[in-house]
């Protein structure tokens, strides 16, 4: 399909008229960013569900616990909503993280070629717990070595590792980055209150390294 052959866009319609589009991967990588993120999956253009508040909560706190402790101990590099490209699929993670040793430039490259070392996924209301299952099981096939579902409606966190069986995550138990990112200290509980916006409630302030509770 020629990037010029674009289809006129449906009016007052959030769907990328890009959708269901087959393709190549250089012409959806020449493609115009959109929002919701655009994905490529085996030759056919596909596209991320819109974030509701209930998964931007998620997302932005998630990214915050760990980018505070990767940026001040210079461990690597995270990112939100950042595609990286392999030969047949260009996924798009809800949150993504890349040890220091990893990269190989100190400046961020135009596309990322490598997978990362953890890709986490927070389900929306419009998605199944199944479909991000099967993402991120595909996420280890390409190479992550850590791959996360966040699950609001269970209030459970699912860890998928190659050659180790899937991890349900809830309550009082830690999620462990530790051969990814060593010292990351958080556990569901504390998550999924964080992203209870009852601690708005409180009184004082929240210093540095705080983790709000409900």
Same mark, same amino acid.
């Given at each position: ?16 008229? +890009? ?6 991967? *250089?012409?959806?990588?020449a ?10 999956? *085996? ?18 706190f998630?990214?915050?616990?760990l ?40 400046r ?67 999620? &462990? ?19 209870? +916006?009852?601690?708005? &409630? *409180? ?12």
């Amino acid at each position: 399909m020629a990037i010029s052959g674009r289809p006129e866009s449906p009016a007052q319609s959030d769907v990328s008229p +890009w959708v269901g589009q087959r393709m190549t991967l *250089d012409e959806f990588l020449a493609l115009p960013e959109e929002g919701p993120s655009l994905e490529y999956d *085996d030759g056919v253009v596909t596209q991320k569900v819109a974030a509701k508040p209930v998964h931007g909560s998620f997302q932005s706190f998630i990214y915050d616990v760990l980018n505070q402790l990767a940026r001040s101990r210079r461990l690597g590099i995270v990112l939100t909503e950042t595609r990286f490209v392999t030969p047949s699929w260009a996924p798009v993670p809800d949150v993504l993280y890349y040890r220091k040793e990893r990269l190989t430039t100190r400046r961020p490259p135009a596309d990322f070629t490598d997978p990362p070392d953890l890709a986490i996924e927070i389900v929306s209301p419009e998605q199944t717990v199944t479909s991000l299952m099967k993402k991120c099981q595909r996420y280890l096939a390409v190479g992550v070595k850590v791959a996360l579902v966040v699950d609001p409606a269970a209030d459970a966190v699912l860890a998928f590792r190659p050659g180790q069986p899937l991890q349900i995550l809830q309550g009082d138990d830690r999620i &462990d980055l530790d051969d990814v990112l060593p010292g990351f200290e958080l556990t569901v509980q504390q998550l999924f209150e964080a992203v209870n +916006w009852s601690w708005l &409630d *409180d009184e004082g302030e929240l210093t540095d390294g705080d983790t709000p509770t409900s």
